[in-house]
Structures are given as structure tokens and as C-alpha cells.
């Protein structure tokens, strides 16, 4: 494409960065392979569901169903991602709802985190305490039952006949239902020369009266525990525990008779607990364990809380013990503090007077600061949100300009607003703009220079072989891999004759165009005279002779001249100046390359001295090739190329990597010489052309017999 003309500025249209669109159904289920494993899994599992409506987890096609339900799953996860991120980048693509979003994260969800955390902290706070509380008065219970235990079991020692034990009983148990309406009392006989039924008082409506003591009791000596309720009457009764207390006068051999005491947690004592804390009770469940219930705790009661706005619902954990067999155990009571009421009683204590109590007033000085934190919080997200659209609004002006700017309307320019770091930036803008017109003229110009170095390299790397070239169970292969500017490197390689090849590597001293006329000049050159010599020695002879009259005095050639005889197969070359030629030699036992360097001075240096040397210096040397043996012809752009702390590449590295690859290709072997020196450069610049001609023989080739030594003449 021909260059702009001076004066005529066009601007590079980019991509334009409008609102992205979202995703069609067409797109997400049909030309995309989530959307095609999604349709396809959902089309398997209906047809497996009609045609096998009855089949069950032992039929043939469950493997195919299981297959299907996750290639559903699958497809449905990426669809949906991908959706959803269509969705974020479409709502969050504006700046202005991505700051007023990033506000509400920083300022609003960190507040209602931290008021989530204290509602939590307080409500287990509170709860725990419950939990406390309810404990206290069972063991106030405990504490009440001992005494009633105790008492009748000391007064019963003044009794004489029956009569006055029964009217005891009867006393002490109406007295108790004063406090406890479902106190029941029971006395056992012990020891004596006959045992009798026990005599009872008291309603007796959570289970019948114990007939004995049990064998652990006794050990233990008199107590009082927690009794589970077993029997359904007790449960019908609304009982959830039973608090039993048993006493004697004198050690277990000795005593006559003991004393059972039960105070039941029924609906009445449940009443009264609510009436002093404020707590709700309601049924005990026994806890699962991973054996059987020692205690036979039933799995549930028929007492139901009703659920109300100010309470919670909670379970205190309490261990029971089995009447029978003296065994612990583990049971839920379900309990429902008022929050408002345990905290009126918990603050009521420290009344002030006039009806306001301690709490109140904390309560009132939170609330006034929780209204105060509300009302700046919701001024806050005012001020950020006003913010942002200030912030995005001088955005939006600079995303207009861009857009003027894209669209090649140089004229428009930002509205400055004010006199901040936003203003500054539109001004920068509008500076910006005034220059561009400047930076595309000089764009214009660079590009023209640029296109005729293109032209340049275009004509010199058409200089250079194109293809590899085949000849019998030869194989050669040339590159290049130019620096950033016109170089003077220079590879071919052309028949001679039905059985002999030239080839040839140089380099130019320099760089740009004058090294690039040289390098033109050089193959016109080679290409007149390869005739003519046979002898790479005598071609380099009279080239050096050529250019030593028509060359400047800073500058000179090197080079490497070889004739390649197919059917002989040998190569016979001669170097001036250059780089070594590297020799695999695949017929050794341990084949390892080798560098051959015949003399040679350098080519064009136009001094007297070096003329009359030239010829007298220049070496040709001869080698014979065997099956898979590998010639390298390379520049000084290769061993020369450096990192970045100046290491050289140097000519071992490249051997080493000859040998690596000797089994490649020629073609794939430039490609992987050329990559290692990039690896070694590792992003350094290349400061010079890399060139290399790959000579390779076959290893299937048939051995030429009589095949001599090396020979340097």
C-alpha cells in the first residue's frame, strides 16, 4: 500500500468500547460447546425418561443416564458462568456503578457485617445465660427437694402409728403444693421384718410411686437427681423432668424406712420459672447417641412453644439419670427466653427511680448512637455516590473526546470543570489532541522511510535461497533471521554442474545500505567467476582481487566458498576470514562435532601489504562425507549473539546444539539453532543478521568406496 500523502492525516480506527451485548440463546446453546453439552445432556436424559420410565438403578442404561446427568451439570456450570460473567461486565461497565458498588462494599456491607456479629454475640450471650438460668432453678429444685426429703424424713422418727405417718405425709404435701402444685412424696420401707406397699401424698400425675430403692442408690446414700419421664401419663401431665430427692435417717442396714420426694418440671412449674426469668420451657428429647438409651428417654413430648417475634428457640443440654439402673444420659430441654424480658430483669435490678432503670437509659443512649452511625452511614453513601458521579462524569467527558478522536475529529476538545486533578487531565487532553496532528505527520514520514527499508530487505532477502535444495543423498537447507535494519549477510547455494554445488556464506562489515550493495555486488560476483574456477581458492582469489579495487578502505568481507561433488561426495572449501565450518562426523563412534578453520585472510581490504598475502595465506581444504554426516556453514550473528550481561553464544553452544539435534531435518535444524540463541539472548536485542547454510547426507546413503581423508592444500 502506497504511503499517505504529506498533510493527509488518517487515524487508526481501534475497536470501539461501547456496551458490550449480551450473549443470545442461539449463541449460548448452539455455536458454543458448553451449549451443545448442556442440549445434548438434557436431550438424553428426556428420551431415556420416556423410553425407560421404570427402570431403576440396576438397569443397563444407568451408566448412560449417570453420563448424562453430568454432561447436564457440566454444560449447565459453564453456561451459566458464562453468562453471568456476560452479566457483570454489561451492569459493571460504567465507572460510576462500579464506584458506587465498591462503596457500598466498603462502607455498607462492613457495617451490617459488624451489627450482624454483635446481634449474634449478644443473642448467644443472652441465650447462654438462659441456659444458665434454667439450670439454677432445676438445681433450686434439687436443693428444695432435699429439704422437703429431709425434714419429713426427720419428723417421721416422732411418729408412732400409722395414722400420724399418714397425716405427716399429708401435711408436708400440702404445704409443698403451696409452691410446687405436683409435689409427691412417698414412703419406702427399708428394712423391718415385713415390707409393705409405699405410702404416698401428693398427685402422683407424672408417673406411678417407686416401690424400692435401687441397689446404686443405696451406695450412693441420700440425694437428689433428675429423672427422665418414661411413662406417658407423666408426658400427658405436660411433665418434661422429674426432680426426685430421697433421704433416711441412719446408714442403708439400719434405717426403716426412706423418704421419696418428687418435684416434677410440669406445665406449673414451668409457669413459674417463666414468671421469675422470663424463660419459656418446653419438651425434653433425648439426645442421639451411637448406642441404646440407658435411661429410656422418650424421643419427643407433646409441650409446644409458640413462636414469638422477641424470642428464641434454644436447647439446654442436661444429664438425667435412670432410676433403674443408676446411669447419666444426655437430654435437649427446648427453651424460648424473651430477649426483652431477660433483659428488663437482668437491668431491673439497678433501678434509678421514677420507673427508669439502668437498662433503659442504656438502651435509649444505644439506640441515639445507632441512629446517629445510621444517619452517617446513609451520608456517607450520599456523599460517595455524588462523588462518583462527579469523578465519572469528568470520565465520561474524556470518553467522549476519545471517541471524537477515534471518529479523526481533531477540532473537539474537553470542557475543563475544574481545577483539580480531573482539569488538569482534560487540559492534558486537549494538549494531547493539538499533538497528535504533529506525531501523524511525522508518523507519515517514518512510515515512507520505513516502507523503502521494507523494500530493501524485500529485495535482499530475495537474494537469498528460497527452498532447500536435493541433490542424489544431499540435502541442503539455508536461513536467515535479519536484525532490525538492512544487514550485509549473504547464503546461497547453486549447481555448478550435473554433480557439483556451490556454496557460500558472507558477511559485509557494517550495516544499512551501503552493506546490502556489497552483498549484491559479492553474488553478482560469485555467481560470474563460479564457472570459470573450479577451485573455491582460485574464486576467492579473484573475487578478493575484484573487490580490492572497487571497495572503500573500512570496509571488507568474510566469507566461505565450498564445492560440493555429490557423487564423489566431497567437500572442498576455502575461507576467507570467516567463521569456522562445523563438521558431524556420523561414521565415529561417538560422533561429536568439529570446527574447521583453513587460513584465509579477509576479502576487499584494499592495502598492498595484504594483497600481495592474500593469494599466499589462502587455504583449500577437502573433506570426504559419510552417511548422516552434517556440515554447518554459519555467520558471526549466531556465535556473537549475547544476553543481557554481554555473555557471548559463542561456537561451543552452537556445536553442542548441532550434536543435539544432528537426527532433525536441515530445515528443522536452522529452526532449532535459531531458537536456542533466542533462549540464551532471553529478550536481549540482536544486533546482527544470523545466516547459516545445513548440509546433511542421507543416512540410508549407500558409502562411496575409495572415500579419502581429509586433505588441506
Not at 63 to 74: E, H, K, Y
Not at 430 to 438: A, L
Not at 537 to 565: C, G, H, K, P, W
Request: charged share 20%.
Amino acid at each position: 500500500m502506497p504511503p499517505d500523502t504529506p498533510g493527509t492525516v488518517h487515524l487508526e480506527t481501534p475497536r470501539a468500547h461501547d456496551l458490550p451485548p449480551l450473549p443470545s440463546v442461539r449463541t449460548l446453546l448452539l455455536t458454543q460447546w458448553a451449549g451443545r453439552l448442556l442440549l445434548g445432556g438434557l436431550v438424553v436424559r428426556l428420551l431415556l425418561a420416556l423410553l425407560t420410565p421404570d427402570t431403576d438403578g440396576a438397569s443397563s442404561l444407568d451408566l448412560v443416564r449417570r453420563l448424562a446427568t453430568l454432561t447436564l451439570v457440566v454444560g449447565a456450570t459453564i453456561v451459566l458462568w458464562r453468562l453471568s460473567r456476560a452479566l457483570r461486565h454489561r451492569l459493571l461497565w460504567r465507572v460510576r456503578r462500579k464506584l458506587i458498588l465498591s462503596y457500598f462494599f466498603m462502607g455498607v456491607v462492613p457495617a451490617a457485617l459488624i451489627f450482624l456479629f454483635f446481634c449474634i454475640l449478644g443473642a448467644l450471650t443472652l441465650l447462654s445465660f438462659s441456659s444458665f438460668l434454667v439450670k439454677d432453678k432445676l438445681a433450686d429444685l434439687q436443693a428444695q427437694g432435699r429439704v422437703y426429703a429431709d425434714m419429713t424424713a426427720v419428723e417421721l422418727q416422732q411418729t408412732r402409728t400409722p395414722a400420724e405417718v399418714g397425716d405427716l405425709l399429708a401435711r408436708k404435701a400440702t404445704a409443698g403444693a403451696r409452691t410446687y402444685p405436683g409435689i409427691s412424696i412417698a414412703l419406702l420401707t427399708m428394712n423391718g421384718p415385713a415390707r409393705t406397699a409405699p405410702q404416698t401424698a401428693g398427685a402422683w400425675d407424672h408417673g406411678a410411686a417407686p416401690d424400692h430403692l435401687p441397689a446404686w442408690l443405696l451406695e450412693l446414700g441420700p440425694t437428689a437427681v433428675v429423672l427422665p419421664v418414661t411413662e406417658s401419663a407423666g408426658l400427658a401431665a405436660g411433665a418434661r423432668l422429674i426432680v426426685r430427692s430421697v433421704s433416711w435417717t441412719g446408714t442403708p442396714d439400719l434405717a426403716r424406712r426412706a423418704v421419696v420426694v418428687d418435684l416434677p418440671l410440669d406445665d406449673s412449674a414451668a409457669d413459674a420459672i417463666r414468671d421469675e426469668t422470663g424463660i419459656r420451657i418446653g419438651a425434653a428429647t433425648a439426645v442421639a447417641t451411637s448406642g441404646s438409651d440407658p435411661c429410656g428417654v422418650p424421643t419427643g413430648g407433646d409441650v409446644r412453644i409458640e413462636t414469638s417475634p422477641a424470642s428464641l428457640s434454644w436447647v439446654n443440654f442436661l444429664d438425667v439419670t435412670s432410676w433403674q439402673n443408676g446411669r447419666t444420659c444426655k437430654v435437649g430441654l427446648q427453651i424460648q427466653p424473651s430477649l426483652v424480658n431477660l433483659y428488663r430483669r437482668i437491668t431491673g435490678a439497678q433501678a434509678i427511680g421514677g420507673g427508669v432503670s439502668f437498662g433503659d437509659i442504656l438502651l435509649l443512649v444505644l439506640l441515639i448512637i445507632g441512629g446517629l452511625f445510621l444517619v452517617i452511614q446513609t451520608v456517607a453513601f450520599v456523599m460517595g455516590v455524588s462523588l462518583a458521579r462527579s469523578i465519572t462524569g469528568a470520565i465520561h467527558e474524556l470518553f467522549e473526546g476519545t471517541r471524537r478522536v477515534q471518529a479523526e475529529d481533531l477540532s473537539h476538545r474537553v470542557r475543563v470543570r475544574s481545577l483539580d486533578q480531573f482539569g488538569a487531565l482534560a487540559s492534558s487532553f486537549n494538549s494531547m489532541v493539538e499533538r497528535i496532528e504533529e506525531l501523524l505527520e511525522q508518523k507519515v514520514v517514518k512510515e515512507r522511510l520505513q516502507q523503502e527499508l521494507q523494500i530493501a530487505r524485500d529485495i535482499q532477502t530475495s537474494l537469498l535461497p528460497s527452498e532447500s535444495l536435493r541433490r542424489g543423498h544431499v540435502t541442503l537447507a539455508a536461513a536467515c533471521r535479519p536484525a532490525r535494519e538492512i544487514g550485509g549477510d549473504y547464503c546461497d547455494f547453486f549447481p555448478l554442474d550435473a554433480d557439483r554445488i556451490g556454496l557460500l556464506v558472507a558477511d559485509v562489515s557494517g550495516k544499512g545500505a551501503s552493506a546490502a550493495l556489497y552483498m549484491a555486488e559479492l553474488k553478482g560476483l560469485v555467481l560470474a567467476l563460479c564457472t570459470s574456477h573450479r577451485s573455491p581458492r582460485a574464486l576467492l582469489t579473484e573475487v578478493n582481487r575484484i573487490l580490492s579495487q572497487n571497495m572503500s578502505r573500512t570496509s571488507f568481507i568474510t566469507m566461505t566458498y565450498a564445492v560440493l561433488d555429490v557423487r564423489a561426495r566431497t567437500l572442498t572449501h576455502a575461507r576467507a576470514g570467516h567463521t569456522p565450518m562445523i563438521h558431524l562426523r556420523a561414521r565415529d563412534a561417538f560422533p561429536r562435532t568439529r570446527l574447521l578453520a583453513p587460513e584465509g585472510l579477509v576479502l576487499g581490504v584494499r592495502m598492498e601489504s595484504v594483497l600481495a598475502r592474500f593469494e599466499g595465506l589462502l587455504q583449500e581444504q577437502t573433506i570426504s562425507l559419510a552417511p548422516g554426516d552434517l556440515v554447518v556453514l554459519f555467520t558471526d550473528g549466531i556465535s556473537e549473539a549475547m544476553n543481557g550481561v554481554r555473555d557471548l553464544y559463542g561456537e561451543d553452544r552452537l556445536c553442542l546444539c548441532v550434536e543435539e539435534h544432528a537426527g532433525l531435518e536441515p530445515d528443522a535444524l536452522c529452526d532449532e539453532v535459531f531458537e536456542s540463541v533466542q533462549e540464551f539472548a532471553d529478550g536481549a536485542e540482536q544486533h546482527d543478521d544470523m545466516t547459516m547454510i545445513v548440509l546433511k547426507v542421507d543416512v540410508t546413503a549407500p558409502a562411496v568406496a575409495g572415500a579419502a581423508e581429509d586433505v588441506r592444500a
